[in-house]
């Protein structure tokens, strides 16, 4: 079984957004995992991605 996952590369920008899957990871000790049926982008999100003024960071989203 594979899942979405979202990346956004470091400098960010939803230009460079790639949506790709993966393999899920086992949770570690004190960790769960959570199923995602819908989700939405807002500002902050788009600060995550380095727009609006926000800074970015390597980041990977799992859907």
Same mark, same amino acid.
């Given at each position: 079984?594979?899942?979405?996952?979202? #990346?956004? !590369?470091? *400098?960010?920008?939803?230009? #460079?957004?790639?949506? %790709?899957?993966t393999?899920?990871?086992? !949770?570690? !000790?004190?960790?769960?995992?959570?199923?995602?049926?819908?989700?939405?982008?807002?500002? #902050?999100?788009?600060?995550?991605?380095?727009?609006? %003024? *926000?800074?970015?960071?390597?980041?990977?989203?799992?859907?």
């Amino acid at each position: 079984m594979s899942i979405k996952t979202i #990346h956004i !590369p470091a *400098g960010g920008g939803f230009e #460079h957004v790639t949506v %790709g899957s993966t393999q899920p990871v086992e !949770p570690g !000790p004190g960790e769960i995992t959570v199923r995602v049926r819908a989700s939405s982008l807002n500002f #902050h999100d788009r600060a995550a991605a380095g727009e609006a %003024g *926000g800074r970015a960071g390597d980041r990977d989203f799992v859907e």
